[in-house]
């Protein structure tokens, strides 16, 4: 089952030699072209989750599907592969259900748009981008509801359907999709902005095709695959190994008192291919935290990891797939069966990033390896009624600390995706009766290191309307791991202040909590691992980062660091402490600092009152 193209000029696209200033100059075009995608999406979306975060991923590919310019990589093969309908010029795909569309998009928060790009009458290329909506029904605001155990629980489901047919709009349609929601407006001006966004790309990729005629721009966007995948077959020969390499990590918990889940993943090479198997990895879980990974999807995140560790110049691009075979069991967190839960996947897809460093970094730990820091993007929900009584709801997705990495520090507070960033506080501010009593870097949150963690941040709001939050969030059980002798990063905490002075920790994963006008919730994040030996790093760069406020005086000790009555480094007590230190801990130092083994991670959780979860959790085996 495979989608059909109808065109009226129905001339196959050649392959021609095009030389290499043509080249340059059409890849150069396609680039901007994808930059253009982004400048029309944030200018005329309206939810703070997409114009202000950058909740969304754009892309050009050729008539094939295969992504040339991007964000990330195509899903355009696997939504073709199972949509059967005929596709003609003028038509424009929405959807937004995983298990409808290959896993072309992941959860149904995410909205996919798709655009077949003609040229007289022929396909030359297509055009996506999906974003993610601030609501899309079912059972929370916000849509990620951690009880959910099926994803008819989480909002209306958009099978591959025709929003445009022959590029007249369907408007029923539409209406019967925003009639679902609880942010019509927001939902309809950022599905209009993602069209927008498509429609003014398939409109350079027309011109560039008439500039230099249709051959040349399919023969290019072919060239510009090809080398990619030279690139990449060389960097797969060089950094993986043909023997066999293992890690496992685990998400915290379900929100629904099990856990934690391990993710297990095998990579090797044979020959120029690499293989990645993550048989060993946790059957799906009861609730929503289930990721649906489409092999494809994994593909391009290793691409992407990959080329920005070894060189950011490569252009990303979906030319090297086959080089690249991913096995994900059936029935697992990974690929559970329909139809289980999915809106809450976030937790295992940020694990999936700290699975792949550490598996591309085991070979080469002193260039490649970086500790643990991506593991989760945090997320918090607040709605309810303003004082002229209008509704309003917040999506806002937080951030934790960078890992340490073979370069330099980790950045503190920051996104490790490509086009991501925090929400500004004076937005907030402006559009929600919210109030940011503070807004800092939590010091000594990142692990210590040649290379110290960047330190997660500790954002208190101030509740001014009386309404219901949500919480998402991961690392409140296991540590950001350090390497090389660096040390975890600090786990994350939530705490809710009440006017009344009472304080409540909240778990990680929480919906429905109750707050009132006056209520501070204290949103602390994990920070990332350290890297290298901490009782290498300049006592100095300890010094200036006490004086920065990221690291204490006390935090100083742990790189073996005294601190005098002056802020200044007492290098004889420095020097006698780092010996002590160095003697106590030997010279065994392990790559991975985990903190310790699962089973004492999970003891010490249980005797810290704070990290409890609601109800004692039923830890899985």
């Known amino acids: 089952m495979t989608a059909t193209i109808k065109q009226t000029n129905t001339t196959p696209l050649k392959t021609v030699d095009v030389d290499g200033v043509t080249v ?185 095709a008439e500039r230099f005629g249709e051959d040349v721009f399919h023969s290019t966007m072919g060239t510009m695959l090809d080398r990619n995948r030279v690139a990449m077959k060389h960097i797969i020969e060089m950094f993986i190994p043909e023997e066999p390499r293992e890690f496992t990590d685990y998400l915290c918990d379900d929100g629904m008192g099990m856990g934690p889940y391990k993710i297990k993943c095998k990579m090797w090479r044979e020959g120029s291919v690499v293989i990645f198997d993550f048989d060993g990895t946790d059957p799906q ?97 607040y709605s309810g009624y303003d004082d002229e009584n209008e509704y309003f709801q917040l999506f806002q997705i937080g951030f934790g600390g960078i890992p340490g990495r073979p370069v330099g520090d980790g950045l503190d507070g920051h996104s490790l995706w490509p086009g991501f960033t925090n929400m500004p506080n004076e937005f907030i501010e402006s559009y929600f009766p919210l109030r940011i009593d503070t807004y800092e870097a939590i010091p000594d949150s990142g692990g210590e290191g040649l290379h110290r963690g960047g330190n997660g941040l500790s954002v208190a709001y101030r509740f001014l309307n009386d309404g219901k939050i949500a919480i998402h969030d991961e690392r409140w059980l296991t540590y950001p791991w350090g390497v090389n002798g660096g040390g975890t990063g600090m786990r994350s905490t939530k705490k809710l202040v009440r006017t009344d002075g009472s304080e409540e920790w909240l778990p990680a994963k929480c919906e429905d909590i109750k707050v009132q006008k006056g209520d501070l919730l204290y949103f602390n994040t994990w920070g990332g691992g350290g890297w290298g030996d901490p009782f290498e790093r300049e006592p100095e760069l300890v010094r200036v980062d ?76």
């Open 285 to 381: 879980a009861q609730s929503s935290i289930n990721f649906y990974m489409n092999e494809d999807m994994f593909k391009m995140f290793f691409g992407s990891f990959t080329i920005n560790i070894v060189d950011p110049q490569i252009l990303f691009n979906d030319g090297f797939y086959d080089l690249v075979d991913v096995r994900i069991p059936q029935g697992t967190i990974l690929k559970p069966n329909y139809p289980a839960a999915l809106s809450g996947r976030t937790h295992a897809l940020g694990r999936i990033f700290d699975v792949m460093g550490a598996l591309l970094g085991m070979g080469a730990p002193d260039q490649m390896l970086n500790a643990a820091g991506f593991s989760d993007s945090p997320h918090l929900f």
């Open 24 to 208: 340059d100059i059409i890849e150069n075009a396609l680039k901007n072209a994808r930059e253009e995608m982004d400048a029309v999406l944030f200018r005329t979306a309206m939810s703070p989750g997409i114009r202000e975060q950058g909740d969304c991923f754009p892309m050009i590919a050729n008539s094939d599907g295969k992504m040339v310019v991007g964000q990330f990589g195509s899903f355009i093969v696997p939504f073709l592969e199972v949509y059967d309908a005929e596709i003609e010029e003028g038509d424009i795909i929405l959807t937004n259900d995983p298990y409808l569309c290959n896993a072309a998009v992941s959860h149904l928060p995410d909205w996919l748009v798709l655009v077949p790009v003609f040229n007289d009458g022929r396909h030359i290329a297509w055009t996506a981008m999906f974003g993610h909506m601030s609501d899309n029904g079912g059972m929370v605001p916000g849509s990620i509801p951690i009880g959910a155990t099926t994803i008819f629980q989480e909002g209306i489901r958009i099978p591959p359907t025709k929003l445009y047919k022959k590029g007249v709009l369907q408007e029923d349609l539409l209406e019967l999709i925003l009639h679902n929601v609880r942010t019509p407006q927001w939902n309809r001006f950022d599905l209009n902005a993602l069209v927008a966004a498509c429609k003014t790309a398939s409109k350079r990729c027309v011109e560039i």
């Open 546 to 621: 006490v004086e920065r406020g990221l690291v204490t005086v006390e935090g100083a000790q742990r790189y073996g660091v005294v601190i005098d009555s002056n802020q200044q480094v007492d290098v004889s007590a420095t020097n006698a402490l780092r010996t002590k230190m160095v003697a106590e801990r030997g010279d065994d130092i392990p790559t991975f600092n985990f903190g310790g083994t699962i089973e004492e991670i999970k003891s010490r959780c249980l005797a810290e009152t704070h990290l409890e979860p609601p109800v004692a959790p039923k830890f899985i085996a």
